[in-house]
T-cell receptor, first 111, second 112 residues
Framework: TAGITQAPTSQILAAGRSMTLRCTQD?????MYWYRQDLGLGLRLIHY???????GKGEVPDGYSVSRANTDDFPLTLASAVPSQTSVYFC??????????FGPGTRLTVL | DQQVKQNSPSLSVQEGRISILNCDYT??????FLWYKKYPAEGPTFLIS?????DKNEDGRFTVFLNKSAKHLSLHIVPSQPGDSAVYFC???????????FGSGTRLLVRP
């Protein structure tokens, strides 16, 4: 079982460009989450989805959008990237509980 | 304002000794707490959790203690092993939400 996969592994992006970070899970979990990890700040929730067809805003949603067309996929889009969005991005999923399972992360650098 | 705080950015202990990682929270609505472990270039992995109806939960070498009156929890690792060297995040959740609020992490180094 792959669990959660994220793509790409890393990316360098010019400021002002758009990008979609992909996340796919094969555990049929209802809930999915996007976090960013920054030194000294831990993991901060960007957006979440409790079930397919619904999404919600986390702590730091500005500059990001998500969609949840089906159970397995939860892409995160940066419409116009800025340098402050340089971070490591983690996707996670959970199944009607508190424990979340994380993907390997995407390291994004915005120049 | 951070609702979950890990005030020690790093901790170094000798192999075989006890590691104690601390976490404080401010929101009295939190009723479930988790510890995650993260190795470099990997995603966090779940380690151990505790509900607010308990004050201790043990799993092998790992024990989490919860002091609700002090809004404080700690993770004890005994005995510490070099493979335990990682960043440890505490997280909290509560009310009607399963969303987790994470602390900033503590980097543990276990010296051989």
């Amino acid at each position: 079982t792959a669990g959660i996969t994220q793509a790409p592994t890393s990316q360098i992006l010019a400021a002002g460009r758009s990008m979609t970070l992909r996340c796919t899970q094969d555990m049929r979990h209802n809930a999915m989450y996007w976090y960013r990890q920054d030194l000294g700040l831990g993991l901060r929730l960007i957006h979440y989805s409790n079930t397919a067809g619904t999404t919600g805003k986390g702590e730091v949603p500005d500059g990001y959008s998500v969609s949840r067309a089906n159970t397995d996929d939860f892409p995160l889009t940066l419409a116009s990237a800025v340098p402050s969005q340089t971070s490591v991005y983690f996707c996670a999923s959970s199944d009607s509980g508190y424990e979340q399972f994380f993907g390997p992360g995407t390291r994004l650098t915005v120049l | 304002d951070q609702q979950v705080k890990q005030n020690s950015p790093s901790l170094s202990v000798q192999e075989g000794r006890i590691s104690i990682l601390n976490c404080d929270y401010t929101n009295s609505m939190f009723d479930y707490f988790l510890w995650y472990k993260k190795y470099p270039a990997e995603g966090p992995t779940f380690l151990i959790s505790i509900s607010s109806i308990k004050d201790k939960n043990e799993d092998g070498r790992f024990t989490v203690f919860l002091n609700k009156s002090a809004k404080h929890l700690s993770l004890h690792i005994v005995p510490s092993q070099p493979g335990d060297s990682a960043v440890y995040f505490c997280a909290a959740a509560g009310g009607s939400s399963y969303k987790l609020i994470f602390g900033s992490g503590t980097r543990l180094l276990v010296r051989p």
